[in-house]
């Protein structure tokens, strides 16, 4: 396991209990780096939606636990967020959450010489996810090949 991966579950551990406690949702848990700098983001969602006290609340028993047991190596910067409207979806309950909802999908190579499209998530596995389109069209893109899938919205 990488040591990104690590990094990550072992934060997810620290925040399972968190979560329970406030009767929050742990919707993902990242270790990136970006414009030189190390980030720690968690992404925590509820019935509602989250608030700046809610991150705030989170951001400092996390932070306490990080500090307890060290074992970032790296300097980083934490944050607590809302996953926010483009949430995307990683998890099997994001999938469930999300049928029959509009998504919007990136792609790493092109299929049909497109490598985006927006469609009505209709069915997925570990291998594939189909979108639904009018006409009652579908397409089945193999899941190695989805950089990102996320809800879709309309302003």
């Known amino acids: 396991m990488a040591k990104r991966e690590v990094y990550e579950s072992k934060t997810e551990a620290l925040l399972m209990p968190l979560m329970e406690q406030h009767r929050f949702e742990l919707v993902d848990v990242e270790f990136v780096r970006e414009a030189g700098n190390w980030f720690l983001r968690a992404y925590i969602d509820k019935p509602g939606g989250i608030t700046i006290d809610d991150c705030e609340l989170i951001s400092r028993a ?88 996320r809800l879709a919205f309309d302003f």
Not at 85 to 95: A, I, N, Q, S, T
Not at 119 to 143: H, N, S
């Open 62 to 149: 996390l932070s306490d636990e990080l500090d307890e047991k060290n074992f970032i190596e790296e300097s980083y910067i934490l944050e607590v967020s809302s996953p926010g409207l483009g949430r995307p979806l990683k998890k099997e309950k994001d999938f469930i959450r999300s049928q029959g909802e509009s998504v919007e999908v990136k792609l790493f190579r092109p299929v049909d010489k497109q490598k985006e499209f927006t469609g009505i998530l209709k069915a997925w596995d570990k291998d594939t996810v189909t979108l639904g389109f009018e006409e009652e069209a579908v397409l089945t893109i193999e899941r190695d090949n989805i950089a990102l899938i």
